[in-house]
């Protein structure tokens, strides 16, 4: 009985959030609090642990990444990498996507990869490559910057005591391990989609295109965030890699940080203070518009994965604290004997939920409980970017739109889009990079 009950729960719950991530925007924190009311009021279980401190890190970060916008910031930084790559049209395939990697690890968020995805598809169409090579590998590496990032809100969930943070794991270990993994990883797709697909001048759909006038092969256009931009948007961009910085260093070395009856402040109350102090400094040397900061994109999206961790995460533990040992006596045996099979639940809870930080707030206290190695759990943490599987994530969207040769597209079977070969490459790649690079410091 207990464990038909069971399947019943875990049906409603993956029925909420295939319905809220179907929707979109804050649909899945919405119906993923609809699965909290039914499991709570309907099946009597008790209330899970809200994530409070990864919503509020959520908040603060964004904030500062919204004040940023709102000062040019962000323009600025697109700007100066769009004159880097123009000066290197051959090595887009390369250059574009660890570009947009860059970008997403240090503000922490893969929206950032907008600005650059035109950019990076006129150079690349000028030069006569492939747009489809560097664009695909360039919107996975934006989400692969998430997972090394020190300001992402799935980095904080990461480090948060209820998760890694209290194992032993700090922001040095993160950040040791996942970038340069994240980095070899990326070279990697980027070698293989060179010799992806027909040559441009060879693709049938680019010479269509062509022939009926729809492109022309030496047009350029310059994107508004190449123009020039307000003239203090560089001092905040400074301010904001200060905080960057900043984090770093407190979550790399703890003495840094105050103590209080024997322990030091949490290094989520550290991001926070942090975040949000670096936002009025940015306001501040970016004389910049906080109303113009919370009209913004950048804010609009941070909301978004906010109340869709509030509802998701909360329903998940909910779910999982009340069966947690009759979830355990089943399975738990096959993932502590075999760790690195847990990335499988990881990869596939990431593509319904289409946030990192939503996965790992999900499943990492599952596979706690598990037995699985704190250190495993840390080398796996790739696995949670698997929402490339399906090409509905908006930075695949706009990839497709901003390639005007055709050439990046979504199949005839969906499932096999452009994305598709370079998110596998990544992720397989870069979790057994992890795994060796754990081998040999720990």
Known sequence: MATLLLFVELAIVLALIFIGSKIGGIGLGIYGMVGVFILVFVFGLEPGDIPIDVMLIIVAVITASACLQAAGGLDYMVGVAAR??????????????????????????????????????????KAKVRPERPLSVATISASLGITGSPVSAATAAVLSQAMLGAKGIGMKEIMLITIPASFVAILVASFVQNFVGKPLEEDPEYQRRVAEGLIDPEQTTETPAETPVNPRAKWAVLAFLLGVVMVVLFGSFPSLRPSFNGQAVSMNATIEMTMMSIAAVILLVGKADARKAASGNVFAAGMNAMVSIFGVAWMGSTFFEANKELILGSVGGVFAQYPILFAIPLFLMSIMLFSQAATVKTLYP?????????????????????????????TEVAAIGFDRTGTTKIGKYVINHSFQLS???????SIGLSFLIISILY
């Open 84 to 125: 880097f790559l123009r000066k290197h049209p051959n090595q887009i395939t390369y250059y574009g996507p660890l570009t947009t990697w860059l970008f997403c690890l240090l503000a922490g968020t893969a929206h950032t990869s907008y600005a650059l995805l035109p950019i990076i598809s006129e150079i690349a169409t």
């Open 366 to 394: 599952v596979g706690l409980a598990m037995g699985i190695p704190p250190m495993a759990l840390l080398a796996m943490f790739p696995a949670v970017n698997g929402y490339f599987f399906l090409p509905t994530y908006p």
């Open 423 to 429: 998110g596998f490459i990544t992720t397989i790649v």
